[in-house]
T-cell receptor, first 115, second 111 residues
C-alpha cells in the first residue's frame, strides 16, 4: 500500500496557467508538508499543516496556496504559473510535528514543467 | 553561510570501501539530525536519525554527531553499487517545526 501518494506524477503546462497537485497519506499522520526541489536538487520546505491547521508558511509567493480538507489530504494550488516554478514538488507526512523528533515520509513527487 | 552545508561531490569510492559523508550546520541549538538517501528520480527516504552526541549504528550505516563542532557525518561500510545515490543531510533548527536540508552529496560506488 502506498503510504504517501501524489497526483499527478508529471505536469506540463504553459506560463500563466493555474494548476493543482494533490497529496494523500494513509499513515494516520497528523502533520503534512510541501517541499520544492529545484534543478540543483536543493529541497526546501514551503508549507506544513498539523491537524488541518497551517503551522509553517515559508517565504513563498502568494500564488501558491495550500489547502488541507482533512488530516489525510494536503493539496497545493498554484496560480499564474511562471517558468521558475518548474521543479519537483514533494509532499511529506509525519506522525507529529518535527519538534518532537518525528520522521518525515515523502511522497513520490510531482515533476512540474512550465513552458 | 548556508544553514546546512554539504559537499556536493561526486564522492567516488570503490566497492567494499568506507564512504564518509559530511555535513555542517549553523544553528547551535539544533536538536534533531537526519540522513536521507535519494536515488535519481525518486523521493528521499530516511536512513538514519541521530539526536545526541556520539555514534549511532544501523547495519552498514553509522551516523556521527558532534554538537560542539556543529558537525554530523554518515559512514557507509562495505559500500555497494546500490548505495550510489544522493545523500541529504537534514537538520531541525532550534524551536522550529521544520527540516532544513543540505544540497546533498552524490555518492558513486564503482564495482
Amino acid at each position: 500500500d502506498t503510504a504517501v501518494s501524489q497526483t499527478p506524477k508529471y505536469l506540463v503546462t504553459q506560463m500563466g496557467n493555474d494548476k493543482s497537485i494533490k497529496c494523500e497519506q494513509n499513515l494516520g499522520h497528523d502533520t503534512m508538508y510541501w517541499y520544492k526541489q529545484d534543478s540543483k536538487k536543493f529541497l526546501k520546505i514551503m508549507f506544513s499543516y498539523n491537524n488541518k491547521e497551517l503551522i509553517i508558511n515559508e517565504t513563498v509567493p502568494n500564488r501558491f496556496s495550500p489547502k488541507s480538507p482533512d488530516k489525510a489530504h494536503l493539496n497545493l494550488h498554484i496560480n499564474s504559473l511562471e517558468l521558475g516554478d518548474s521543479a519537483v514538488y514533494f509532499c511529506a507526512s509525519s506522525q507529529g510535528v518535527i519538534l518532537a523528533g518525528y520522521t518525515q515520509y515523502f511522497g513520490p513527487g510531482t515533476r512540474l514543467t512550465v513552458l | 553561510q548556508k544553514e546546512v552545508e554539504q559537499n556536493s561531490g561526486p564522492l567516488s569510492v570503490p566497492e567494499g570501501a568506507i564512504a564518509s559523508l559530511n555535513c555542517t550546520y549553523s544553528d547551535r541549538g539544533s536538536q534533531s539530525f537526519f540522513w536521507y538517501r535519494q536515488y535519481s528520480g525518486k523521493s528521499p527516504e530516511l536512513i538514519m536519525s541521530i539526536y545526541s552526541n556520539g555514534d549511532k549504528e544501523d547495519g552498514r550505516f553509522t551516523a556521527q554527531l558532534n554538537k560542539a563542532s556543529q558537525y554530523v557525518s554518515l559512514l557507509i561500510r562495505d559500500s555497494q553499487p546500490s548505495d550510489s545515490a544522493t545523500y541529504l543531510c537534514a537538520v531541525n533548527p532550534s524551536n522550529t517545526g521544520k527540516l532544513i536540508f543540505g544540497q546533498g552529496t552524490t555518492l558513486q560506488v564503482k564495482p
